[in-house]
């Protein structure tokens, strides 16, 4: 219709040649879209046209692969993976899986000439790859975000322990209590942290094949990992300030049990001076 509309009131080539025929309104014959020669033309062009759309038809269904791309299904599938408890292992084989894909798209086609149609895949290939790289990414701050909340739970466990063992024991059972946290914590306890500082150091290691950590993250790395060979030291403190204390103890019962035994003996004299004047 909009080709049949367009060839309405153009002007003969007469009224271009002679001047005395621009004023005339002389037109070329048109035609009508009912027309027998229009629709045969119309049927013609529709088939020509059909018999073309089987090659992009046929082209489009190297995207079926990447369909969870678009209807959502694979956002649903990574938030359920992110629910669920998982090795490092599966996060990795998780990434990468979405990695390639982004890279697989990326090399496709931007542009794919079928005869009479050309297929322009830009958009649609920009669209998938960036939605590819955002679900690998999900899945890369997941693992900053856990690191990163365990890291700083891992240390404030150490500064708890710490503190503890420099506490200053005023009473004689707040020093046995003290000696025994200080074994306790030495043994047991650091044993767990030390488990823990371990497992900090593999997440660390994926983290540095595929996330930039910033610079608040390193730092807090290098702490967890600083803590083990000090928490040591802040023991070996405690114990000699322990063993200090206990030493003043000692000598503290010493003194007192020398001057009740000197007591005793002051006592002593008197009653056997009483029982010799009773005598």
Known sequence: QHIVNS???????????????KSKRLHLRTVRVEEKVVQDHIESALAILERNTIGPQKYLEIYAPYLDLLNGKADTGVAKFLSEEHFLDA????????????????????????NLILLDCT????????????????????????????NRSICRRFDEISDRCQEMPDTTAELVELINYVEEASTTGIVNLQQEVNE????????LTYATLPNEDIKLNSTVFHWPDYIQKIFELSRNRID????????????????????????????????KKEA
């Open 200 to 207: 900090a150091a593999e997440r660390l290691q994926f983290l």
């Open 91 to 114: 996060f990795s084989k998780k990434i990468e899986y979405y990695q390639k894909m982004a890279d697989d798209i990326s090399n496709m086609h931007l542009t794919v000439p079928l």
């Open 7 to 21: 060839a309405e009131s153009i002007n003969r080539v007469e009224t271009a040649i002679f001047p005395d025929l």
């Open 244 to 275: 200090h204390r206990k030493d003043n103890a000692m000598e503290d019962l010493r003194r007192k049990l020398k001057e009740f035994d000197e007591k005793l003996n002051v006592m002593y004299k008197d009653l056997e001076s009483f029982r």
């Open 123 to 150: 958009q649609l290939n920009e669209e998938l790859v960036k939605r590819a790289n955002n679900l690998a990414d999900k899945l890369i701050k997941f693992i900053v975000n856990q690191n990163r909340d365990i």
